[in-house]
């Protein structure tokens, strides 16, 4: 299975502080999704990086890719109490036609 | 545009019961996929569409489900009879063209089966 794997499974900080969390994967991918799910809702998404690209940004976000270490990391930087949710990474594979794979998941507290 | 939209919400039915649910992409996309969410599970795909025809049913758990997409702007997921195991989120997504883009979540129908 390719399926993207996060890690750690729960992360709590402070406000103002910046969240790390790492997603790894086992095959070759087309791209990696980021999502964020607050409780209750649906997931929504956060960041594409394609396999050719190795950093992205949006806004607060940083995601980054390592496709020779299979890995990606999204780092939220100056934290807020609004970021408690859970975040999924999720790839899909190279071959036209795939879907995506979601990971279980990461979740982020972070204490006012 | 409304995103997707989901009914119902919340469904709370008896054992042996059958469930409807239902889905409404955001226009123009054509890709649809049903997930089921629990906690034991995690995220799990069930079955998705593209231009209206099942690609990947594969996670469909077993004959007393099946999802139909009658046309490009509604599909229905429905559990015959249902079980207290089947108690779950199950949330719709759809995409534009690729089934590897970004997909866009509906609110959920959170089912309780007793």
């Known amino acids: 299975s390719q399926q993207g794997e996060e890690d750690p499974q729960a992360l709590s900080i402070q406000e103002g502080e910046n969240a790390t969390m790492n997603c790894s994967y086992k095959?070759?991918?087309?791209?990696l999704q980021w999502y964020r799910q607050n409780s209750g809702r649906g997931l929504v998404h956060l960041i594409l990086?394609?396999?050719?690209?190795r950093e992205k940004h949006s806004g607060r976000l940083r995601v980054t890719l390592d496709t020779s270490k299979k890995s990606s990391s999204l780092l939220i930087t100056a934290s807020r109490a609004a970021d408690t949710a859970s975040y999924f990474c999720a790839t899909a594979f190279g071959t036209s036609g795939s879907r995506l794979t979601f990971g279980e998941g990461t979740q982020l507290t972070v204490n006012p | 545009d409304a995103g997707v939209i989901q009914s119902p919400r919340h469904e709370v039915t008896e054992m042996g019961q059958e469930v409807t649910l239902r889905c409404k992409p955001i226009?123009?996309?054509?890709?649809l996929f049903w997930y089921r969410q629990t906690m034991m599970r995690g995220l799990e795909l069930l079955i998705y569409?593209?231009?209206?025809?099942?690609?990947?049913d594969s996670g469909m758990p077993e004959d007393r489900f099946s999802a139909k997409m009658p046309n490009a702007s509604f599909s229905t997921l429905k559990i015959q009879p249902s079980e207290p195991r089947d108690s779950a989120v199950y949330f719709c997504?759809?995409?534009?063209?690729?089934?590897?883009?970004?997909?866009?979540f509906g609110p959920g129908t959170r089912l309780t089966v007793l």
């Open positions: 569409f593209n231009n209206n025809v099942p690609i990947d």
């Open positions: 990086i394609r396999s050719n690209e």
């Open positions: 226009s123009g996309h054509n890709s």
């Open positions: 095959t070759s991918i087309n791209n």
């Open positions: 997504a759809s995409s534009l063209e690729d089934p590897r883009n970004e997909q866009f």
